[in-house]
């Protein structure tokens, strides 16, 4: 794939405007939500979904389409936000997030939407799912990716750790891991709870091939995607640094936003400031 143009990038960098915006409409009208997650994770969503994945919206179940899973399930709005702008659905339906009989829950369930490969809510298990697909593809000679997006508060949970190296001792080249190094969890800030570091290290240990990219330079992650295919030897994860709460100056790096939504008040602020942001991405790249 040939690298960005500056055309490109400007339009990609709107469209992840366009779903932080989205993601505040959602939050605010379900009245619960994670806030900080699903902000910093737009830029490598749209990425996803407009640049990297081989996919149809209008054949969500395309036999030979890549596979992404969600193993952090709580940050599931920033990728219903995607799908809805990408054409899976109307973007009108993200309004129903969390309402009762909505297909857009708070975690994702597979059987709720069509698009969805998992169904996440217990952290730790997506990358044990992931590679069991990459691991299946393998057998079957299907040619398809499959990406996993994980956080990096889950690392404190074992079952990535068998996953790693399984993935790693299997050399599932066609496995890309997608870590949101956004340094916070629930509770406070990973290397105060239980330090990850050296995560690079770590992975390397267990057979991988690692990357370290800027999580919202859409440009870098999307190269990142494309050297991870020219692994053939080892899986490949891209250890993407991002902003928690990315957009909004007043809450980014606050773990305190982690689990909390905003009120209408604070939404209204919010879309404000993404609205005059997406006047600041048309004017920098004219």
Known sequence: MLPLTDAELKSLSEKANDIRQTIIEML??????????PLGMADIFTALYFRVLKHDPKNPDWSERDRLILSNGHIVPVRYAAMAHA??????????????????????ERERLPGLESTSGPL??????AAGIAYAARMDRAN???????????H???NIWEAMMFAGANRLSNLTAIIDRNNIQIDG????IMPLEPLRDKYEAFN??????????????AAACEEAKAIYERPTVIIAHTIPGKGIASIE???????????????????NELRTMHGKIASEHQ
């Open 28 to 37: 605010v009208a379900a009245g619960s939500g994670h806030t900080a997650g």
């Open 87 to 108: 054409g899976y659905f109307p973007v009108e339906e993200c309004l129903t997030l969390r309402k009762f009989g909505s297909r857009l829950q708070g975690h994702p």
């Open 124 to 129: 730790g298990s997506g990358l044990s799912q």
């Open 144 to 154: 398809f990716h499959v990406y996993a997006a994980l956080s990096d508060g889950e």
């Open 156 to 158: 404190d949970c074992g």
């Open 189 to 192: 800030y990973t290397e105060s």
């Open 208 to 221: 991988w091939h690692v990357l370290e990219i800027d999580g919202h330079d859409i440009a870098q992650f």
């Open 253 to 271: 790096r606050d773990y305190r936003w982690h689990g909390k939504p905003p009120s209408k008040e604070e939404g209204a602020a919010f879309l």
